[in-house]
């Protein structure tokens, strides 16, 4: 598994099938972003069938079928949308297709699984809430910082068992290693990445609903700039917002690009959750200067001091839930509204959101005034 580049990172879980071979195939489609691999990873451990492939670059091609031997190539996108037995397309499109993407899919019938960020428009979530409606069929999006993590999955177990009372707050940070050379050209390109809110910032506000229970929230304060890059006018490599929820519990959270390459992984991810009576810290990828291995837990609560190291011992059950939801018609893995508000609210963080850079003296002073 691939632990110095985010893009490429894929985690790998136990086998952990809730169907049959042959009862449940997908085709994965549109190969721009490296976390197709890990859907894929996810969705075949739960026992689905990749059955297609298909990107007009057949580069992509041929590294995803180093990594998944098993799968045809198709010859053109008709060829999966019109074969009656793929359920589910998961694609990672730029994100400024994925929408376009999405749409086509559900109007052959399918489910859509599609990488973070699922938008880079409010426009294009509307369209998109409508094609739910009308169809019926499942939405899902990859915020997989939350769902592709044994130690935040374990948060939320934690939490239904009311380890920590009522949460409170949740703060998060999302450090990212930008490795620039790896990047592909959209990568640098505002209108097709959507912005540093909109794009990692969705993992963070996902959470944050998930974690506090909460239905909706409002964006009390939001800021982007460039720091670093200033070579990449069109790139944010740092994002902050603050939001509070219809239950009371609030968030900070923090993004960026700024990795430093002494960290022996991508990024030190990081959570905390305060509840009234205890709290959680998730280190999610690696406890630094101590334990290359991720997924650390930290309790405390009126029991005293707990430490969970939970790599290969929790599992990712979203991925299994998910197929059992399209198969059924229910909403176990994520409620649909709960997907869509997570996206609504990080693209109004980066629409509201304030722009500095290291030598913006005037939107200090404005603020200041």
Known sequence: MQKSDGMNYAPEGKSEPVVKEGEFNFAAMA???????????????????????????????????????????AASEDEILNDPSIKLVAGAAIPSR???LGLKVMDHGKHYFTDKTPFTTLEQLETAKKKTEETGLIWAVYYSERLHVESAVFAGQLIEQDAIGEVVQVQGAGPHRISVDSRPDWFFKKE???????????????????????????????????????EYPELEDFGDASLIADNGATNYFRVDWLTPDGLRTWGDGRTLILGTDGYIELRKYIDIARD????????????????????????????GELILDCINGT?????????????????????????????NQNVYRSIAD
């Not at 991720?294 to 009126?302: A, E, K, P, S």
Request: glycine share 10%; hydrophobic share 35%.
């Open 192 to 230: 097709m990445y959507g912005g540093i809110l909109c794009d990692i910032g969705s993992h963070q506000i996902e959470q944050f609903l998930y974690y506090a229970g909460a239905k909706d929230a409002k964006v009390v304060h939001s800021k982007v700039g460039n720091y670093k890059h200033e």
């Open 98 to 100: 994925r929408c376009e």
């Open 331 to 359: 909403e176990n893995a994520m409620e649909q509204s709960h997907t869509f508000k997570a996206a609504e609210l990080c693209l109004i963080a980066q629409r509201d959101a304030i722009q500095i850079n290291k030598n």
């Open 31 to 73: 190969l721009d972003h490296g976390h197709i691999y890990g859907m894929c990873n996810g969705l075949t451990e739960a026992g689905a069938t990749l059955k297609w492939v298909y990107d007009p670059d057949h580069e992509k091609v041929k590294n995803f079928c180093n990594a998944f031997p098993q799968v045809k190539v």
């Open 292 to 319: 290359e291995q991720g997924d650390h837990l930290y309790l405390v609560n009126h029991d005293g001091e707990k430490h969970f190291s939970l790599s290969g011992q929790v599992g990712f059950p979203y991925f």
